[in-house]
Nanobody, 111 residues
Framework: QVQLVESGGGLVRPGGSLRLSCAAS????????MGWYRQAPGKEREFVAH???????GYKDSVKGRFTISRDNAKNTVYLQMNSLKPEDSAVYYC?????WGQGTQVTVSS
């Protein structure tokens, strides 16, 4: 099965931007839906965004207009462009397909 590795997290000021990457260990052409989730301390993991093989996207309401998910099937990579970041976006962000999860990457939004 294809494994996932996230990267691109870090510390950013409110209003800043980050781009997360999710690199798959193999081809993602056979994976219909890939998604990003996040988990803040003391909270449950929650859906952030997903994208289908055909490029159809879906977003959590609170990130619509600020986050953009994309996938590059040739590079076996899924991205999450995050703009206008807010402190409440701070969390560990995970890439996912079916029951497979990456190890997560920390995003901290703070002044």
């Amino acid at each position: 099965q294809v494994q996932l590795v996230e990267s691109g997290g870090g510390l950013v000021r409110p209003g800043g931007s980050l781009r997360l990457s999710c690199a798959a260990s193999g081809s993602i052409l056979s994976i219909n839906v890939m998604g990003w989730y996040r988990q803040a301390p003391g909270k449950e993991r929650e859906f952030v965004a997903h994208i289908t093989i055909g490029g159809v996207t879906g977003y959590k309401d609170s990130v619509k207009g600020r986050f953009t998910i994309s996938r590059d099937n040739a590079k076996n990579t899924v991205y999450l462009q995050m703009n206008s970041l807010k402190p409440e976006d701070s969390a560990v962000y995970y890439c996912n397909y079916q029951t497979i999860w990456g190890q997560g990457t920390q995003v901290t939004v703070s002044s």
